[in-house]
């Protein structure tokens, strides 16, 4: 049993760094704008599907196509932010609640599209990673990494990086952070409020489609995909704490290193029952996520 | 809301029970009081939603829960214990109650999108749950002895939506417990400051919400007599409750019926006529809801309702000047 303890480690580690990607989006949005996109999973489906008919039809690597991706979601997800932000700021209802319905609407919409256009059935983009591995042996211990994973994980961090450089080293992200921290203040201070929350939605939704591409070639994908995805982001998010991207990261070891330990040392089946049960117990003790800087 | 329909409203009441009373001895052919019966179902579940969703405002993405409850309670006491069909309906309703009241306690403290996702993930906990455990039978479901009587299930269902509904009217639109409620939807801290316990309204109307969909729940795995996780606890049926209830109107009673007659009705006939594409009403629902939240934030008797208000104090404001 222990001599798998590095491996669980290794494997936690490595599928967590997808799941920074698929929650530190949302993060941000939910940040700025205070939606919470039930859509969130469908995103990545429909980026993990753009990526794999874009590789089936080139036979080019699918990680070339990730800009690609990115720039085609961005300006779904900068066009759409308008529509949303009318929903939720409508003189009509609970502004949270009619955005809540919206998106949910959304998912539903892209996932009747997702099923109806690509069928019920699993594929997995190819790339030039994907069979390779690399086995390490010390003494009795044995380790294998699987190069696709380990090319996620060095994804991962060069999303995060780039994302803390924009928004903390350059004026957009001066920007994204005072509306933030105050709508309205940050309005006066010159800064144009539609515009900035429809860049952040447009790097949202690029980054959650983006990462589809790479969870579909890490893992696989599906039109019924979405609903796993956003439960798993879901997760991320809250234990982070909603809008606090500096947790994003810690929170995402967390969710990886539940599965890796769930699948090597209890039954895989119960995966999900704990992910759930540990979203809900934390919602319940601390909705502000594990650090307490959430929202 | 609907109050000033008042003095007829019994009247109307009786008449649509008593044309719903005689609805099988017009359609004589078991498939359209089938029909009939489902319709009635999403009814009483769109209607229970909205005791929760659209009266206290915390949006509850996990209603399918308590009739995934319901109906395995009532599977289980029957295949397992070997009980009779309608003593489990008294415990597939207090089953779900009591979850909701012992889940109702820490969760309702939550607020908005908080809220929604908590129980969105304990109900998708809840699937897992029937998926793994040895009592449900698993992913294989659980087969209940087939009882073939169109009739009895159409009763049984009209009885206990109607039920439900007159129970809710009276509740929400007569007692002071639809204003406790409502005020609590509106502010809080304000209902608290004016005396009245929050926490205490809350799980009351939380288990309200329940009860009948524990109920449903155990009528409808009794009628259909097989139920397996995906089809009593999944998304679909909490999707389609939440898409009724606000293309009807949400805070209404009458509201959620006509959605879920409406969408029942187009369901019926897409079906019917395009069976190939059955993935398509996904896209459906979609849209309806992102349509209904875009242009008829109130839904449609809610559009109706403020319609009339405004007519009536048009003509008001005539005879006064």
């Given at each position: 049993?222990?001599?798998?303890?590095?491996?669980?480690?290794?494997?936690?580690?490595?599928?967590?760094?997808?799941?920074?990607?698929?929650?530190?989006?949302?993060?941000?949005?939910?940040?700025?704008?205070?939606?919470?996109?039930?859509?969130?999973?469908?995103?990545?489906?429909?980026?993990?599907?753009?990526?794999?008919?874009?590789?089936?039809?080139?036979?080019?690597?699918?990680?070339?196509?990730?800009?690609?991706?990115?720039?085609?979601?961005?300006?779904?997800?900068?066009?759409?932010?308008?529509?949303?932000?009318?929903?939720?700021?409508?003189?009509?209802g609970?502004?949270?609640?009619?955005?809540?319905?919206?998106?949910?609407?959304?998912?539903?919409?892209?996932?009747?599209?997702?099923?109806?256009?690509?069928?019920?059935?699993?594929?997995?983009?190819?790339?030039?990673?994907?069979?390779?591995?690399?086995?390490?042996?010390?003494?009795?211990?044995?380790?294998?990494?699987?190069?696709?994973?380990?090319?996620?994980?060095?994804?991962?961090?060069?999303?995060?990086?780039?994302?803390?450089?924009?928004?903390?080293?350059?004026?957009?992200?001066?920007?994204?952070?005072?509306?933030?921290?105050?709508?309205?203040?940050?309005?006066?201070?010159?800064?144009?409020?539609?515009?900035?929350?429809?860049?952040?939605?447009?790097?949202?939704?690029?980054?959650?489609?983006?990462?589809?591409?790479?969870?579909?070639?890490?893992?696989?994908?599906?039109?019924?995909?979405?609903?796993?995805?956003?439960?798993?982001?879901?997760?991320?998010?809250?234990?982070?704490?909603?809008?606090?991207?500096?947790?994003?990261?810690?929170?995402?070891?967390?969710?990886?290193?539940?599965?890796?330990?769930?699948?090597?040392?209890?039954?895989?089946?119960?995966?999900?029952?704990?992910?759930?049960?540990?979203?809900?117990?934390?919602?319940?003790?601390?909705?502000?996520?594990?650090?307490?800087?959430?929202? | 809301m609907g109050t000033y329909i008042?003095?007829?409203t019994?009247?109307?009441?009786?008449?649509?029970?008593?044309?719903?009373?005689?609805?099988?001895?017009?359609?004589?052919?078991?498939?359209?009081?089938?029909?009939?019966?489902?319709?009635?179902?999403?009814i009483?579940?769109a209607i229970?939603w909205d005791v929760?969703g659209g009266y206290t405002g915390?949006?509850?993405?996990?209603?399918?829960?308590?009739?995934?409850?319901?109906?395995?309670?009532?599977?289980?006491?029957?295949?397992?214990?070997?009980?009779?069909?309608?003593?489990?309906?008294?415990?597939?309703?207090?089953?779900?109650?009591?979850?909701?009241?012992?889940?109702?306690?820490?969760?309702?403290?939550?607020?908005?999108?908080?809220?929604?996702?908590?129980?969105?993930?304990?109900?998708?906990?809840?699937?897992?749950?029937?998926?793994?455990?040895?009592?449900?039978?698993?992913?294989?479901?659980?087969?209940?002895?087939?009882?073939?009587?169109?009739?009895?299930?159409?009763?049984?269902?009209?009885?206990?939506?109607?039920?439900?509904f007159?129970?809710l009217w009276?509740l929400m639109e007569?007692?002071?417990?639809g204003?406790?409620v409502r005020?609590?939807r509106?502010?809080?801290?304000?209902?608290?400051?004016?005396?009245?316990?929050?926490?205490?309204?809350?799980?009351?109307?939380?288990?309200?919400?329940?009860?009948?969909?524990?109920?449903?729940?155990?009528?409808?795995?009794?009628?259909?007599?097989?139920?397996?996780?995906?089809?009593?606890?999944?998304?679909?049926?909490?999707?389609?409750?939440?898409?009724m209830t606000i293309l009807g109107g949400m805070g209404t009673l009458i509201g959620p019926a006509i959605g879920a007659?409406?969408?029942?009705?187009?369901?019926?006939?897409?079906?019917?006529?395009?069976?190939?594409?059955?993935?398509?009403?996904?896209?459906?629902?979609?849209?309806?809801?992102?349509?209904?939240?875009?242009?008829l934030p109130n839904g449609v008797w809610g559009t109706i309702n403020s319609?009339l208000d405004?007519?009536?104090?048009?003509?008001?404001?005539?005879?006064?000047?």
């Amino acid at each position: 049993m222990l001599l798998l303890l590095p491996q669980a480690l290794v494997d936690g580690i490595l599928i967590g760094g997808v799941f920074i990607t698929i929650a530190i989006g949302f993060s941000l949005a939910f940040g700025v704008m205070h939606i919470i996109d039930l859509a969130v999973g469908e995103w990545i489906m429909l980026g993990a599907f753009l990526g794999f008919y874009l590789t089936q039809w080139t036979n080019i690597e699918p990680l070339l196509f990730l800009p690609v991706v990115f720039a085609a979601f961005g300006i779904i997800g900068y066009f759409l932010q308008p529509v949303i932000f009318r929903v939720i700021s409508g003189i009509k209802g609970d502004p949270v609640l009619m955005g809540l319905v919206f998106t949910f609407g959304l998912a539903l919409i892209f996932k009747g599209t997702g099923l109806t256009i690509f069928g019920f059935y699993s594929h997995s983009i190819p790339s030039v990673f994907s069979a390779g591995s690399i086995s390490i042996e010390i003494g009795n211990f044995y380790l294998t990494i699987p190069i696709m994973r380990f090319v996620g994980l060095a994804y991962a961090i060069i999303i995060t990086i780039m994302l803390q450089y924009l928004l903390k080293k350059s004026n957009f992200g001066l920007a994204v952070r005072a509306l933030a921290q105050n709508r309205e203040a940050s309005g006066l201070m010159g800064i144009n409020p539609k515009k900035t929350s429809s860049y952040v939605y447009a790097i949202y939704v690029g980054i959650s489609a983006m990462t589809g591409v790479l969870i579909g070639s890490i893992f696989s994908l599906s039109a019924q995909m979405g609903a796993r995805y956003t439960a798993l982001s879901f997760f991320v998010v809250v234990l982070a704490g909603m809008g606090y991207l500096a947790g994003v990261p810690w929170a995402a070891f967390l969710l990886g290193l539940i599965q890796s330990f769930f699948l090597i040392y209890f039954n895989p089946g119960y995966t999900l029952i704990a992910v759930f049960s540990i979203l809900y117990v934390v919602l319940l003790i601390s909705p502000k996520g594990l650090f307490g800087r959430g929202w | 809301m609907g109050t000033y329909i008042k003095g007829s409203t019994i009247k109307l009441f009786a008449l649509i029970f008593v044309a719903l009373l005689l609805l099988p001895l017009i359609f004589r052919n078991p498939f359209s009081l089938r029909i009939a019966t489902e319709a009635l179902m999403w009814i009483g579940l769109a209607i229970s939603w909205d005791v929760i969703g659209g009266y206290t405002g915390r949006v509850n993405f996990g209603h399918g829960a308590f009739f995934g409850i319901g109906a395995y309670i009532t599977a289980i006491l029957m295949m397992n214990w070997g009980w009779a069909f309608l003593p489990t309906l008294p415990l597939a309703g207090f089953g779900a109650g009591l979850v909701a009241f012992i889940i109702g306690f820490p969760t309702l403290r939550l607020m908005g999108a908080y809220f929604a996702i908590a129980m969105w993930s304990l109900a998708l906990a809840f699937q897992q749950l029937a998926l793994l455990m040895n009592i449900t039978g698993g992913p294989d479901g659980m087969r209940l002895p087939t009882f073939l009587n169109p009739e009895f299930f159409f009763y049984l269902m009209l009885v206990m939506v109607m039920g439900t509904f007159v129970l809710l009217w009276y509740l929400m639109e007569c007692a002071s417990f639809g204003f406790k409620v409502r005020s609590i939807r509106e502010d809080e801290s304000g209902a608290m400051a004016l005396g009245l316990n929050p926490t205490r309204i809350k799980i009351q109307a939380f288990v309200l919400s329940a009860v009948p969909a524990g109920l449903i729940g155990g009528i409808y795995a009794y009628w259909v007599s097989y139920i397996d996780p995906p089809s009593v606890f999944g998304d679909i049926i909490t999707d389609q409750a939440i898409v009724m209830t606000i293309l009807g109107g949400m805070g209404t009673l009458i509201g959620p019926a006509i959605g879920a007659v409406i969408l029942f009705a187009f369901k019926t006939v897409f079906w019917a006529y395009l069976s190939d594409y059955q993935v398509l009403y996904l896209i459906i629902l979609g849209v309806v809801i992102a349509l209904t939240v875009f242009f008829l934030p109130n839904g449609v008797w809610g559009t109706i309702n403020s319609y009339l208000d405004h007519r009536k104090s048009k003509k008001n404001d005539s005879l006064i000047s």
